[in-house]
């Protein structure tokens, strides 16, 4: 089966960079992507990696580790309005369209 | 382009009632889905359908059914309501090819008395 594993609540200060790490388990793989979700919001798409490394958008990036099944959303020059839940989500397979999600990350930001 | 729109936006039902989810897209996406959200439990994915014409189950869909009506509409049935299935209830599609973005309905919060 399927499963994913990311921290509960995260803290950080207005300003400072974060980290959130999300680790899976799948049958085979396909790609992770990473949500954004306000409260009383739907979740929104952020970011997602098929191949290992980095990619970067704006103060956002996400990186992916297909050998160590790992992967991770960096938010940087972090912002009151960022104080949210992000979520990691996973396809197991490819061509078969089940994407499960991971139970989320809320963060919380300090002035 | 209204993206993915879902009715009701709130309902309340007894134990024991019925109703249907209705959910639609206009991006023209293959794939459909729906989730459920509880407090500390994330998203968790009822029921899928990868084209018009087939679905299939994910990871909690006892107590569901689902219908793809046609490429654009895919709705959520509750045949018999019980308080175990009060939530948040979330539509998504995806093109199905290239970068698995997903696009999410509102949200239908539903409670069972």
């Known amino acids: 089966g399927q499963s994913l594993e990311q921290p509960s609540e995260v803290t950080a200060v207005e300003g400072a960079i974060v980290q959130i790490n999300c680790t899976y388990q799948?049958?085979?793989?396909?790609?992770l992507s990473w949500y954004q979700q306000h409260d009383g919001g739907a979740p929104t798409f952020l970011s997602y990696?098929?191949?290992?490394g980095l990619e970067e958008t704006g103060r956002f990036s996400s990186f992916l580790s297909r050998s160590d099944s790992y992967g991770y959303l960096l938010l940087q020059e972090l912002q009151m309005k960022d104080s949210a839940s992000y979520f990691c989500?996973?396809?197991?397979?490819?061509?078969?369209?089940?994407?499960?999600f991971g139970k989320g990350t809320r963060l919380h930001i300090l002035p | 382009n209204a993206g993915v729109t879902q009715t009701p936006k709130f309902q309340v039902l007894k134990t024991g009632q019925s109703m249907t989810l209705q959910c639609a897209q206009d991006?023209?996406?293959?794939?459909m889905y729906w989730y459920r959200q509880d407090p500390g439990m994330g998203l968790r994915l009822i029921y899928y359908?990868?084209?018009?014409?087939?679905?299939d189950k994910g990871e909690v869909p006892n107590g569901y059914n689902v219908s793809r009506l046609n490429k654009r509409e895919f709705s959520l049935r509750l045949e018999s309501a019980a308080p175990s299935q009060t939530s948040v209830y979330f539509c998504?599609?995806?093109?199905?090819?290239?970068?698995?973005?997903?696009?999410f309905g509102p949200g239908t919060r539903l409670t069972v008395l």
């Open positions: 998504a599609s995806t093109s199905g090819q290239g970068p698995d973005t997903q696009y």
């Open positions: 799948t049958s085979g793989f396909y790609g």
């Open positions: 990696n098929a191949l290992d």
């Open positions: 989500a996973v396809r197991d397979r490819k061509g078969d369209d089940k994407i499960i």
């Open positions: 991006m023209n996406h293959n794939s």
């Open positions: 359908s990868a084209s018009e014409g087939t679905t």
